[in-house]
Nanobody, 126 residues
């Protein structure tokens, strides 16, 4: 069983920034596609950003393009979600997710990700 550990959530004012981190103790992440999802109260979980196993391809939901950046540091076995210009509508629990897919593809469907973190709360005040 793979355990994903997230950190970096919190409370921030609109326009502020946060950086989420995700690592998997005891598991090398360098070849696997990974993604961030979020779930706001009363809403379905949605894909936010993904990065391919190769690290050369990224994808974002339209609402965060130009504000969020997903990246990975294979030397630290960690991947990140840098969130800038945060808006109140970004408020949600954010989850990192690990796929068994390697290579250059990214998948927006949560069914491709068998491993999930516990979630970290991001709250953006207006």
């Amino acid at each position: 069983q793979v355990q994903l550990v997230e950190s970096g959530g919190g409370l921030v004012q609109a326009g502020g920034s946060l950086r989420l981190s995700c690592t998997a103790p005891g598991r090398t992440l360098s070849r696997n596609a990974m993604a961030w999802f979020r779930q706001a109260p009363g809403k379905e979980r949605e894909f936010v950003a993904g990065i391919s196993g190769s690290g050369f391809t990224t994808a974002y939901v339209d609402s965060v393009k130009g504000r969020f950046t997903i990246s990975r540091d294979n030397a630290k076995n960690t991947f990140y979600l840098q969130m800038n210009s945060l808006k109140p509508e970004d408020t949600a629990v954010y989850y990192c997710a690990l796929s068994e897919i390697v290579g250059s593809n990214i998948y927006r469907d949560s069914n491709w990700y068998p491993y999930w973190g516990q979630g970290t709360q991001v709250t953006v005040s207006s």
